[in-house]
């Protein structure tokens, strides 16, 4: 071989292996909160921790869609599947389509702090629930805290009978229906980008929420009431898809989920810290006023509300439920 057929197959076998070397995976994380919440700072340190790895530099790329930017409650999981979002973190109730089994974390009164929730969800009946989708294409790779929801309203609720006749906004799932009609509310699944805005042009009374969610998206500037009523859950599953995950390379994928587990435990801190300060900064503001309830109205509550778990017992599991009390123990 002359030197310059050797100098021409040299170059054509470096540009066969330039060509060849992959090119990063983009993780699409799509969310529906603001960038200041626990999940959209967490959704933030996860960016920052695989920017700043080592072993995932040129590897993956990770881009923050916050605020129902890219993909709203309703198509998120849908869009998983078809491959446009590699990562989410939908709230517990939103995934009724894919399992009936997670319907346990909407069950009214069942959790009785979040320290109760943390213990369930570290344990293993929580650990097992992460799976619960892996046959319709989705794995959980955990849990995140937002915290527990209150009541907010055009009308002070003390008690249930408040509650009657009023609509509520509530999420995609069907123990929240009862759970209002259990009071003779009237519940309306909308998703959460439209809550402002039917709050606002009166088109429901009230809805449910955590005091995160309630500051940052400013509920209480069109709620004149809060009743801090601590009656459910309202925390995350952060979900990928089992194709896209198990078509990582190994390494990759354990890179990522410390970088996950990291940034779960920075959102989780950010929830605890939320709960409070964000709750201080709405007494703070005058616009709502916040209803504490008494030991005996707050049974009221819990009276009227708990028969709900009854007619979910058999989707849920009552083994599941059972633990999830005891965890409050
Ligand atoms: C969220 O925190 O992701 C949204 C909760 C809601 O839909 O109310």
Redesign the pocket.
């Known amino acids: 071989m002359n030197k310059k057929i050797l100098g021409l197959a040299t170059a054509a076998l470096l540009s066969l292996s330039m060509s060849l070397q992959a090119a990063p995976v983009t993780i699409k994380f799509s969310?529906?909160?603001a960038e200041n919440t626990p999940?959209g700072q967490m959704a933030n340190e996860f960016k920052r921790l695989v920017e700043a790895n080592e072993k995932l530099k040129d590897k993956v790329v990770v881009e923050v869609y916050p605020n129902s930017q890219l993909f709203g409650?309703n198509k998120v999981l849908e869009a998983m599947l078809l491959g446009d979002v590699q990562i989410a973190a939908?709230?517990l109730s939103k995934f009724k389509k894919y399992t009936k089994q997670l319907q346990l974390f909407d069950l009214p009164f069942l959790f009785k702090d979040m320290a109760a929730a943390e213990k369930f969800q570290q344990g293993p009946e929580g650990q097992e629930l992460l799976n619960a989708m892996k046959k319709k294409g989705l794995v959980g790779l955990g849990y995140l805290h937002?915290g527990m929801k209150q009541l907010s309203a055009s009308n002070p609720l003390r008690v249930p009978a408040d509650a009657a006749k009023q609509k509520f906004r509530i999420?995609s799932s069907d123990v929240l229906v009862e759970q209002f009609e259990a009071v003779k509310a009237v519940p309306v699944k909308k998703p959460?980008s439209e809550?402002f805005t039917l709050l606002q042009t009166k088109a429901i009374d009230g809805q449910e929420?955590t005091w995160s969610?309630i500051y940052s998206k400013k509920f209480f500037e069109v709620q004149p009431y809060i009743t801090e009523s601590n009656h459910g859950l309202?925390d995350?599953m952060v979900v990928t898809s089992e194709e896209f995950w198990s078509g990582l390379d190994k390494d990759v994928q354990a890179e990522l989920k410390t970088a996950m587990d990291k940034a779960i435990a920075l959102g989780n801190k950010v929830a605890a810290e939320k709960a409070e300060s964000d709750k201080k900064t709405i007494a703070e503001s005058g616009r709502s006023e916040i209803i504490e309830l008494s030991d005996e109205d707050r049974q009221k509550w819990v009276d009227i509300m708990k028969p709900v778990w009854k007619k979910f017992e058999k989707e849920v599991g009552a083994e599941n439920i059972a633990a999830a009390q005891k965890a409050g123990e």
């Open positions: 969310h529906v909160v999940k409650d939908p709230s937002n999420m959460f809550v929420n969610n309202l995350y």
